[in-house]
């Protein structure tokens, strides 16, 4: 909306220059701003942050009254963390709802909601979204902590990623799939490293500064695993109080960053080197909508949490992620970025090969943010410090776009 205001202006300004003469338009100057990136933005950071801080008691206060508390496991399944974890016995959940909420409206007012870059990681967000959605009814419905099946869960993750890879493929403006030869060279359409046009199944790590690979066709499953792996790794992370919140703004915060270099021509080409796309910087309104959104349901997902964002919120938040590393051509990178949400899931991957192979146990508890619980950790010791490691790490991937 901001930027159909900015082209309504514009007009207005370029009709009255063309007759000579200043009226409203002249007046009215600083709508300038509304095309600039960095400005729209930062506004939509300011309003997802603004929507999440207004809307939350009113959403919290809803589901109380539906009753739709998260279910806890008990002690028989999980000893000891009953004991640490009984109070937020009733505490609701599906607060994902505010975040998605938020993220959406935001993008409308503030970002060109028909950017494809910005509309597949919308899509596969709320898509998601509404999985999460079924997930956490069910659990509350049936009061167990045990929702969708995990083989339903992961066939309908399968389905919207696919979609969206498919969607990323063949888009020429995101990949180049079906452009023409001076579209590609005159960089309206697909990325490009340097001056060189690059295929969107280009593998890219910014130590190397040409692809490592290029998967052709085969980025479809490949852009499939790095959503469903994303969406599954941001659920596992969310098991304390703001942990994946905290992490997810860090995240968002890196890529935001990341979509703008990648969308301006000198700085991605000349200087840094890194796969450059006309349009993908307007996904930075869209992932700075995701962080404020995050900063916002923090207000009430810090410990002790009033919400948790539930399956609604998490499965949304990492399918979003996943899918703006995909556009910004950086995907490897999140592996360093979201370092935190790799941990998580390696902690639960690991111990289940290690007691099938030697019958031993890695950890205390998986993920990995229960083990250092049951190692005397309190809570709020647990997810700070997992936040610290998350802001360094994020601070690691952004430094390593200039080496080399």
């Given at each position: 909306?901001?930027?159909?205001?900015?082209?309504?202006?514009?007009?207005?300004?370029?009709?009255?220059?063309?007759?000579?003469?200043?009226?409203?338009?002249?007046?009215?100057?600083?709508?300038?701003?509304?095309?600039?990136?960095?400005?729209?933005?930062?506004?939509?950071?300011?309003?997802?942050?603004?929507?999440?801080?207004?809307?939350?008691?009113?959403?919290?206060?809803?589901l109380i009254s539906l009753k739709v508390g998260q279910p806890i496991r008990t002690a028989a399944e999980v000893h000891k963390l009953a004991e640490l974890h009984g109070g937020k016995v009733g505490t609701p959940t599906m607060g994902g709802v505010l975040?998605?909420?938020?993220?959406?409206?935001?993008?409308?007012?503030?970002?060109?909601?028909?950017?494809?870059?910005?509309?597949?990681?919308?899509?596969?967000?709320?898509?998601?979204?509404?999985?999460?959605?079924?997930?956490?009814?069910?659990?509350?419905?049936?009061?167990?902590?045990?929702?969708?099946?995990?083989?339903?869960?992961?066939?309908?993750?399968?389905?919207?990623?696919?979609?969206?890879?498919?969607?990323?493929?063949?888009?020429?403006?995101?990949?180049?799939?079906?452009?023409?030869?001076?579209?590609?060279?005159?960089?309206?359409?697909?990325?490009?490293?340097?001056?060189?046009?690059?295929?969107?199944?280009?593998?890219?790590?910014?130590?190397?500064?040409?692809?490592?690979?290029?998967?052709?066709?085969?980025?479809?499953?490949?852009?499939?695993?790095?959503?469903?792996?994303?969406?599954?790794?941001?659920?596992?992370?969310?098991?304390?109080?703001?942990?994946?919140?905290?992490?997810?703004?860090?995240?968002?915060?890196?890529?935001?960053?990341?979509?703008?270099?990648?969308?301006?021509?000198?700085?991605?080409?000349?200087?840094?080197l890194i796969p450059h796309n006309r349009f993908v910087n307007e996904l930075t309104v869209f992932v700075l909508a995701l962080a404020g959104a995050g900063f916002g349901f923090l207000w009430f997902n810090c410990h002790p949490a009033k919400v948790f964002?539930?399956?609604?919120?998490?499965?949304?938040?990492?399918?979003?992620?996943?899918?703006?590393?995909?556009?910004?051509?950086?995907?490897?990178?999140?592996?360093?970025?979201?370092?935190?949400?790799?941990?998580?899931?390696?902690?639960?991957?690991?111990?289940?090969?290690?007691?099938?192979?030697?019958?031993?146990?890695?950890?205390?508890?998986?993920?990995?943010?229960?083990?250092?619980?049951?190692?005397?950790?309190?809570?709020?010791?647990?997810?700070?410090?997992?936040?610290?490691?998350?802001?360094?790490?994020?601070?690691?991937?952004?430094?390593?776009l200039k080496i080399a």
């Amino acid at each position: 909306m901001l930027y159909l205001i900015y082209e309504w202006w514009q007009a207005a300004f370029d009709a009255e220059k063309a007759a000579g003469v200043q009226e409203w338009a002249h007046t009215f100057s600083f709508f300038n701003l509304l095309q600039y990136i960095t400005f729209r933005a930062a506004v939509g950071c300011l309003l997802a942050f603004f929507l999440s801080v207004v809307a939350g008691p009113r959403v919290i206060r809803r589901l109380i009254s539906l009753k739709v508390g998260q279910p806890i496991r008990t002690a028989a399944e999980v000893h000891k963390l009953a004991e640490l974890h009984g109070g937020k016995v009733g505490t609701p959940t599906m607060g994902g709802v505010l975040i998605i909420g938020s993220v959406l409206i935001t993008t409308l007012v503030c970002a060109r909601p028909l950017n494809p870059f910005v509309a597949v990681c919308a899509c596969t967000m709320t898509a998601l979204g509404l999985l999460g959605f079924c997930d956490d009814y069910k659990k509350v419905k049936q009061k167990k902590s045990d929702g969708v099946s995990a083989r339903t869960k992961l066939f309908w993750q399968l389905v919207v990623a696919l979609v969206a890879g498919c969607f990323i493929y063949f888009k020429k403006e995101i990949s180049g799939y079906g452009a023409t030869a001076e579209e590609l060279q005159k960089g309206f359409a697909g990325f490009r490293l340097g001056d060189e046009p690059i295929g969107i199944g280009s593998i890219c790590f910014p130590l190397f500064k040409f692809p490592l690979v290029d998967l052709g066709w085969l980025c479809i499953p490949f852009f499939a695993m790095v959503i469903i792996g994303c969406s599954n790794a941001v659920n596992l992370t969310d098991g304390l109080d703001g942990l994946a919140t905290g992490c997810t703004i860090t995240v968002a915060l890196a890529y935001g960053i990341l979509a703008y270099l990648a969308g301006h021509y000198y700085m991605a080409t000349d200087y840094l080197l890194i796969p450059h796309n006309r349009f993908v910087n307007e996904l930075t309104v869209f992932v700075l909508a995701l962080a404020g959104a995050g900063f916002g349901f923090l207000w009430f997902n810090c410990h002790p949490a009033k919400v948790f964002m539930g399956d609604t919120g998490s499965l949304a938040i990492g399918g979003a992620l996943g899918t703006a590393a995909i556009c910004v051509k950086q995907e490897l990178l999140l592996v360093i970025i979201g370092g935190v949400f790799v941990m998580e899931a390696l902690s639960v991957m690991l111990p289940v090969g290690s007691f099938k192979l030697r019958k031993k146990r890695i950890f205390a508890m998986a993920p990995i943010h229960h083990h250092f619980e049951l190692r005397g950790w309190h809570e709020s010791q647990v997810i700070i410090r997992f936040w610290i490691i998350s802001i360094m790490l994020a601070l690691a991937g952004l430094a390593l776009l200039k080496i080399a």
